[in-house]
């Protein structure tokens, strides 16, 4: 079970970190990623990351902005975002997938979390 959770109203320009707690399975067996969803829009990956936390994948647009690590002690996964757009709102979701890799593609994961709302103001 993923739960995520920390989206809200945040200014352009502002920052703010999403997590997701991970529950029932051995956290550190799944590569991890971080997809968002705007109205109108297909679920894209934001972010992703390997079972260690080793290597790390990220879209282009923000490439520079956005970091997505984790912590396997604490079954958690985390996306720091900073130099927040308007086009950044969106619904972020968590998903695990059990692929070795970075794995990017909606349909590789095999876990969705339900999702936390990011809502930035110009």
């Known amino acids: 079970q993923l739960q995520a959770f920390g989206g809200g109203l945040v200014q352009a320009g502002g920052s703010l970190r999403v997590s997701c707690a991970a529950s029932?399975?051995?956290?550190?067996?799944?590569?991890m990623g971080w997809f968002r969803q705007a109205p109108g829009k297909e679920r894209e990956c934001v972010a992703a990351?390997?079972?260690?936390?080793?290597?790390?994948y990220y879209t282009r647009s923000v490439k520079g902005r956005f970091t997505i690590s984790r912590d396997n002690a604490k079954n958690t996964v985390y996306l720091q975002m900073n130099s927040l757009e308007p086009e950044g709102t969106a619904v972020y979701y968590c998903?695990?997938?059990?692929?070795?890799?970075?794995?990017?593609?909606?349909?590789?994961?095999?876990?969705w979390g339900k999702g936390t709302l990011v809502t930035v103001s110009s």
């Open positions: 998903a695990a997938a059990r692929g070795v890799g970075l794995i990017t593609l909606a349909s590789g994961m095999d876990y």
């Open positions: 990351i390997t079972r260690s936390g080793g290597s790390t």
């Open positions: 029932g399975r051995p956290f550190s067996n799944y590569a």
